[in-house]
């Protein structure tokens, strides 16, 4: 089955622990994003990775890292959580940079920084 | 700026009923507006999408109009049902190159709650 796979679903954790967030994708998609939902604001691009080692920021990448080794994976990272990075976060893959193209997205990560 | 902004934030319509959702955009290069599904607990799915140089598409119970004048467009959800349910999110994208090529800017969502 064609999936965008997140892990882990749900996090609480403490200001300032280290923490990534898995993003698998069995499509073979070349490109890959990260979103996050937050109510009344709609769903804003993080970062952007058009290809493996090729990743750019989107709109709001502050407090966020990004890497893309390898075609299927594209992890976000969180080296010093804040609270203001609580959120609801979404992975997404589609096959190429074309816009007009489908954008699957994964299930989520509910994120509490505390 | 690159915006596109979403009305309402919440409806609720009666079984049967039409949903109507609301986007404006402004920069006019934005030549591709998909519509995104999102049930909970679940990610947005693509619903129906599109392109400037049509005023209407439809697909089953779902329609989207264009205005290109008025730099608008809406989903309308013909008889409404309760499975319906769901945040809908408008977005728009450049897709014939440029420094923004590829990049989808979503609106703020509308939470349609489809009583039976």
């Known amino acids: 089955e064609a999936q965008v796979t997140q892990n882990p679903r749900y996090l609480i954790t403490v200001t300032g622990k280290k923490l990534t967030v898995t993003c698998s994708q069995n499509?073979?998609?070349?490109?890959m994003s990260w979103y996050r939902q937050d109510p009344g604001l709609g769903l804003r691009q993080i970062y952007y990775?058009?290809?493996?080692?090729?990743?750019d920021k989107g709109d709001v990448p502050e407090g966020y890292k990004v890497s893309r080794k390898e075609k299927r994976n594209f992890p976000l990272i969180l080296e010093s959580p804040s609270p203001n990075q609580t959120s609801l976060y979404f992975c997404?893959?589609?096959?190429?940079?074309?816009?007009?193209?489908?954008?699957?997205f994964g299930d989520g990560t509910r994120l509490s920084i505390l | 700026q690159q915006q596109v902004k979403q009305s309402p934030q919440s409806l609720i319509v009666q079984k049967g009923g039409i949903s109507i959702i609301n986007c404006a955009y402004e920069?006019?290069?934005?030549?591709?507006f998909p519509w995104y599904q999102q049930f909970p607990g679940k990610g947005p799915a693509l619903l129906i999408a599109?392109?400037?140089?049509?005023s209407e598409k439809k697909e089953g119970r779902f329609t989207i109009s264009f205005n290109k004048s008025a730099k608008q467009f809406s989903l309308h959800i013909m008889d409404s049902q309760p499975g319906d349910s769901a945040t809908y999110f408008c977005?728009?994208?450049?897709?014939?190159?440029?420094?923004?090529?590829?990049?989808?800017?979503f609106g703020q969502g509308t939470i349609l709650t489809v009583h039976p």
């Open positions: 499509m073979n998609h070349e490109y």
């Open positions: 977005a728009a994208t450049i897709n014939a190159g440029g420094t923004s090529y590829g990049k989808l800017t």
């Open positions: 990775s058009m290809n493996v080692e090729v990743t």
């Open positions: 997404a893959s589609r096959l190429g940079v074309g816009g007009n193209q489908p954008q699957h």
């Open positions: 920069n006019t290069a934005f030549d591709y």
């Open positions: 599109i392109r400037p140089d049509v």
